[in-house]
């Protein structure tokens, strides 16, 4: 049958892929799998369970929670009732899940654990419209999802046809979920997106995966993150078995543990990944400490097949044999491929991977446009190293005069939930979304410059973009995070986080004990490597664009302490007020 709605998903299943281990999850120590046949029933008991509590079709319900099978069979259930999926990510402050709860309307919330029922169900017995709080895991005192589940079983004779009439009355073009997008700056905005934009972007995805029915995939990014929903339904498109990561820390053992295909990911993620097999690298004598590190630049140099020599391809497959099989063993053994986005890519980064013979695709979009706008495929005359790939089916892009990426299709939202002037600030008349991104074409391949709204102009005229000077400098070993300032300022600076695991490393191999983070970061060798990669990125950079001045700083950004949105994006206004003294410095000492 053909899918034009994300639960149309559940009929393909039921007709074409009918299997024990659709969706996996670890509970207790152990993998526990649920067959395409469970998923299916589950979804429906909860739609049926859902509407006998009172829920009704247009209504919204938030849920709060990891990544886990339940998290789908309530998405699917929702979905054929007619109901609006507001997915949260988990990292969220109070204050910002009582916006969320509030603005979306929401009548219901589910929770994944104790700890956020502990923190939500307190400001959501404050919010009159909500009638309750659900648990996926079980906790005292709080009502489970299975609760709605046997209640759905208990009530299938009275809204079977119930749920049958209302997937009939569905259209394609229908609102299907509220998405907050988590922001940078201010209060985050509500997307709303229709089953059609959904839909075309996973189909679309699926095609350029690849993956097939005796294949698996490791979800890691957040359901609630539109990448990481956009991989969840393309993969269940192509009839993939689906494994969820149990948390971020444990990626690489997951992997190990299952030898998944695929995976999704941020470029954060893979940095960490390299940095990793760099810093045991590192550890190795001799010969295999020379081996490594020429497989290493081998590596760095690595170009598609048809953009390289013969020599190099002879000395990649020497490399491959002896080092990158490896890289692939420590990882499962059976990756092939990664979905990348949500942040720039370092290219060495991606170079290692592909060396590694991990195609990682690198793609473009926003939560507006469902994600996908381009996106690398496996192989020529579509790939494109270094870009953010080419067009996605039925999406159109044009560059405006100042360089802003404007996008249209399928893929684009029906708007912002309850803005409509924040709406038509975005989408112009001819339909075009401003994505607020800068770019350019290099032939049929896009390349992201920066945010519109993060360039900023030097007091001497001069446009600096700083994502291009930060993702130039993130290339440095030594460097693990880094925020470009300099508006109204004379010059280009930047506060720099260290990246404490290689130079725990560096210490060892001086016979030097690592200082805590506080005091290494006024060691003068410290200062020095770090002050002659700097210069090096300087030259090459134009004069504008040249970092003079740096701090560095001991605490590592993240979502937890603010520094980052839970998509780990630089929350810039936030960083640039928890380092205000650190910028005064900058900016009125007469030395670095």
Wanted: charged share 25%; hydrophobic share 40%.
């Amino acid at each position: 049958m053909e899918v034009t709605r994300n639960f149309d998903l559940l009929e393909r299943y039921k007709n074409q892929f009918v299997k024990n281990d659709a969706l996996v999850a670890k509970m207790d120590g152990q993998w526990v799998s649920y067959s395409s046949e469970q998923y299916i029933r589950n979804s429906y008991l909860l739609g049926y369970g859902l509407l006998a509590i009172g829920m009704k079709k247009g209504d919204k319900i938030v849920t709060v929670s990891n990544n886990r099978p339940e998290w789908n069979f309530l998405d699917m259930g929702m979905a054929m009732a007619g109901i609006i999926h507001v997915p949260v990510f988990s990292s969220l402050n109070e204050t910002e899940y009582k916006y969320v709860c509030e603005h979306s309307d929401a009548r219901l919330v589910f929770v994944s654990d104790p700890n956020l029922y502990e923190m939500i169900q307190p400001l959501a017995s404050t919010i009159k419209e909500i009638m309750d709080v659900y648990t996926f895991d079980k906790v005292d005192g709080a009502k489970n999802w299975e609760e709605i589940l046997k209640l759905g079983e208990k009530e299938e004779p009275t809204y079977k046809d119930v749920i049958e009439k209302t997937k009939k009355e569905i259209l394609p073009e229908d609102f299907a979920t509220l998405i907050y997008t988590s922001g940078t700056t201010g209060k985050p905005k509500g997307v709303m997106l229709s089953h059609k934009n959904l839909v075309h972007n996973f189909i679309s995805a699926s095609k350029i995966f690849g993956m097939g029915p005796d294949q698996k995939y490791l979800s890691i990014l957040p359901l609630c993150h539109v990448g990481g929903r956009m991989g969840n339904y393309q993969t269940q498109y192509s009839g993939s078995s689906i494994y969820y990561a149990e948390s971020m820390g444990t990626i690489a053992a997951n992997m190990r543990e299952i030898g998944p295909d695929g995976f999704d990911t941020v470029p954060r993620i893979l940095e960490k990944i390299i940095d990793t097999v760099i810093a045991k690298g590192k550890k190795l004598d001799g010969v295999k400490k020379k081996m490594f590190f020429w497989a290493v630049k081998i590596g760095l140099k690595y170009k598609p097949p048809g953009e390289s020599s013969w020599m190099y391809r002879k000395k990649h497959a020497l490399a491959d044999k002896l080092i990158f099989t490896k890289w692939r063993d420590a990882l499962g053994g059976n990756i092939k491929m990664a979905g990348c986005g949500g942040a720039s890519l370092q290219p060495r980064i991606e170079r290692l991977f592909w060396a590694a013979g991990i195609k990682v695709l690198n793609m473009y979009g926003l939560t507006e446009t469902s994600p996908i706008i381009t996106i690398n495929r496996q192989e020529k005359p579509l790939l494109k190293l270094g870009s953010v790939g080419c067009l996605i089916d039925g999406v159109e892009v044009k560059i405006a005069d100042d360089g802003e990426i404007l996008s249209r299709g399928d893929n684009l939202m029906l708007g912002y939930y309850k803005d409509p002037d924040l709406t038509k600030s975005v989408i112009d008349e001819e339909g075009w979304f401003h994505t607020g991104d800068i770019g350019s074409w290099e032939k049929s391949y896009l390349k992201i410059t920066d945010r519109k709204k993060e360039i900023f102009k030097l007091s001497n005229g001069k446009f600096v973009a700083p994502q291009l000077i930060e993702n130039a400098l993130k290339e440095s070993i030594y460097i693990e995070q880094l925020m470009v300032v300099g508006e109204h300022q004379k010059f280009a600076s930047a506060l720099i986080l260290p990246n404490f695991s290689y130079i725990s490393d560096w210490f060892m191999s001086m016979n030097k004990s690592m200082p805590d983070p506080e005091t290494l970061i006024e060691d003068p060798e410290v200062i020095k490597a770090i002050s002659k990669e700097v210069k090096r990125i300087n030259s090459m950079l134009n004069e504008p664009e040249r970092v003079i001045r740096f701090r560095l700083v001991a605490n590592e950004w993240s979502p937890a302490t603010g520094e980052l949105s839970p998509s780990l994006k630089l929350k810039r206004k936030v960083i640039a007020e928890k380092y205000s003294s650190q910028l005064e410095q900058i900016y009125s000492s007469s030395s670095v």
